[in-house]
């Protein structure tokens, strides 16, 4: 029996494919933006800078809003309010690279876990990720509110960003 075992084991791993020019990779192109599938996550260069998102711009609801650009992200402060990690890591991880930093505040008139500062829109690059019924991405000042069902809010994140980056109108 073991011997049976050992032959096929050996025949088996034979028939392995190894080539690793078989890997597919999966890229598009949106409005002359070249993403590229990279482990799980959708990958673009923009000004020498990479940018990662969970969703392609193919992939996401056609949302009407006007947000402020990257140029006003750059080497400023970042405050960041979620109700949602995944949508929070979505922000984070493409914004922290041009903001001076990004952390984590609680909205005036909110009640908030922790010792988070109080900020308000007056002065502050503030982004609010909310669960909400309704679905809406809307700049109002400095801050950005995020609503939507917890399953959309990853999906809003990108919106945002790709508003944000012009990869989206």
Do not use: H
């Not at 005036?108 to 990720?129: A, E, H, M, Q, S």
């Amino acid at each position: 029996v073991l011997i049976f075992v050992m032959f096929f084991s050996v025949i088996g791993y034979g028939f392995v494919e190894r080539d690793t020019e078989s890997i597919i990779i999966k890229k598009i192109n949106y409005n002359g933006f070249e993403f590229t599938n990279q482990n799980g996550f959708w990958v673009t260069e923009i000004d020498g800078l990479q940018f990662a998102f969970k969703n392609n711009p193919n992939e996401i609801e056609k949302i009407d809003s006007k947000v402020k650009g990257l140029e006003n992200y750059y080497e400023k402060p970042l405050y960041l309010f979620s109700e949602n990690r995944d949508a929070e890591a979505e922000i984070y991880m493409n914004l922290n690279s041009i903001s001076q930093r990004v952390q984590k505040a609680c909205p005036t008139g909110k009640k908030c876990d922790g010792d988070l500062p109080v900020k308000t829109c007056d002065n502050n690059n503030f982004i609010i990720i909310e669960e909400n019924e309704t679905t809406e991405i809307r700049q109002d000042e400095n801050c950005v509110f995020i609503k939507g069902s917890k399953e959309k809010l990853t999906e809003l994140s990108d919106v945002f960003l790709f508003k944000t980056l012009n990869i989206e109108q």
